[in-house]
């Protein structure tokens, strides 16, 4: 019985130092990578059936991602909204070509990494400080900006700062979904 209680309280020591060095060594970004690769989405909104993305030369794959969620609380259903992104990565300024055969147009945009908010705030909740400080110095913490890249203004050669926020491109996907 003496072996046994030493088995299990060396056990337990185990387990218990392994979980503390998870939750110590973990991070909201961090975790989010390793699962993404090591790249993340930006979606591309108001494009033409024919876009195409080429980043350094390279065309990209468009895939189908999960941008926002709606919960009616009344009926207890869930709404996912998906829409074309590319995934790409993330912790340097890239820039993407952007064309449209159909239309003959062709346009860059440069994405710059910033601060993600989801990230930060996950990190305020699930790993206070050792989270934002992992999350610092591996720049697991960012995301690329503009996350909603309005594919028109591209092709047409519109100034970022003349778009539409990033607020009502979403909304104008999310409607476009809808069928509105």
């Known amino acids: ?18 979980s503390l060095s998870l939750f110590t060594f973990s991070s909201c970004g961090t975790v989010a990578s390793s699962f993404s690769g090591g790249k993340r989405p930006s979606f591309i909104v108001n494009a033409p059936q ?18 926002t969620s709606s919960v ?14 590319v995934n790409l990565p993330y912790k ?4 993407l070509e952007i064309s449209s055969p159909s239309t003959g147009r062709t346009g860059t945009i440069e994405l710059k990494p910033k ?4 990230i930060f705030w996950g ?18 913490s960012k995301t690329l900006r503009p996350k909603y890249i309005d594919v028109t203004s591209v092709l047409n050669k519109v100034s970022f700062k003349d778009w539409p926020s990033q607020g009502q491109l979403k909304r104008r996907e999310k409607d476009l979904i809808k069928g509105k």
């Open 123 to 140: 990190n305020l909740i699930f790993a206070p400080i050792v989270g934002h400080i992992i999350d610092g110095v591996t720049g697991n």
């Open 1 to 18: 019985m003496k072996h046994f209680k030493l088995l299990s309280s060396s056990s337990m020591l185990s387990f218990g130092i392994a």
């Open 92 to 95: 340097k300024a890239i820039t």
């Open 115 to 118: 601060g993600s908010s989801a």
């Open 50 to 67: 024919d876009v195409i993305v080429k980043l350094d030369g390279t065309p990209l794959d468009l895939s189908s991602e999960l941008f």
């Open 72 to 85: 009616n609380i009344g009926a207890k259903a869930t709404t996912d909204f998906s829409t074309a992104a």
